[in-house]
């Protein structure tokens, strides 16, 4: 069964460096999306992604993040200059086509950001 | 804006106990509703969805009615069992939109 994958799983870096995390979404879907979820709080939406561009953002999603398709597969997050408050569980998922509302997730990648 | 809230965790009950994890909605127009689960280790999949008032949502013994006048989306269980143990979200996507607004999550554990 095809499935979301993301890579790395848990990734522990130093505040003010860069972070790139990333997933590869199932094959035949269009639209992508990053959430996250810090420790004890709610899955919040950051971006969505379609047609080699973002089509919606939340206030989270500011000057240091961006997302990107570098090929035919990859859609990854980069977090340029990472904050204390940045740490939290990421989550890359996509779908096929407009308001299915079923949203395909990946495992999720832990950032610990010290 | 849209939001989401759900019966806050975490919730411990015995095998073939019933289950009942609330959730109440904020939302504008007619959103749709789904519940989330994540079993440990793994991404969020989706476990059931309700379109319209009134619509019931079923899967695995699951169920949850949408319910318009009390903007509700309770999800229940007649008998649990050991493997329903995991995270469970409550979300709505707004007519129209693409992105999922969650619950907090509840987490379950179901004891032999």
């Known amino acids: 069964e095809p499935e979301v994958t993301q890579t790395p799983s848990h990734q522990v870096t130093q505040m003010g460096q860069e972070v790139i995390l990333r997933c590869v979404p199932i094959s035949n879907h269009l639209y992508f999306y990053w959430y996250r979820q810090i420790l004890g709080q709610k899955v919040e939406f950051l971006v969505s992604?379609?047609?080699?561009?973002?089509?919606?953002k939340s206030e989270i999603f500011d000057d240091q993040f961006s997302v990107e398709r570098p090929d035919g597969s990859n859609f990854t997050l980069k977090i340029r200059s990472t904050k204390l408050e940045d740490s939290a569980m990421y989550f890359c998922?996509?779908?096929?086509?407009?308001?299915?509302?079923?949203?395909?997730f990946g495992e999720g990648s832990r950032l610990t950001v010290l | 804006g849209n939001s989401v809230t759900q019966m806050e965790g975490p919730v411990t009950l015995s095998e073939e106990a019933f289950l009942t994890i609330n959730c109440t909605y904020t939302a504008t127009g007619y959103p749709s509703l789904f519940w989330y689960v994540q079993y440990p280790g793994e991404g969020l999949q989706l476990l059931l969805k309700?379109?319209?008032?009134?619509d019931k949502g079923s899967n695995k013994g699951f169920e949850a009615t949408y319910r318009k006048e009390t903007t509700s989306f309770h999800l229940e269980k007649g008998s649990v069992q050991v493997s329903d143990s995991a995270v469970y979200f409550c979300?709505?996507?707004?007519?129209?939109?693409?992105?999922?607004?969650f619950g907090q999550g509840t987490r379950l554990t179901i004891n032999p």
């Open positions: 998922a996509s779908n096929q086509g407009a308001n299915t509302g079923e949203l395909f």
């Open positions: 979300a709505l996507s707004g007519w129209g939109a693409q992105k999922l607004v």
């Open positions: 992604f379609y047609n080699n561009e973002i089509s919606e």
């Open positions: 309700a379109t319209k008032a009134d």
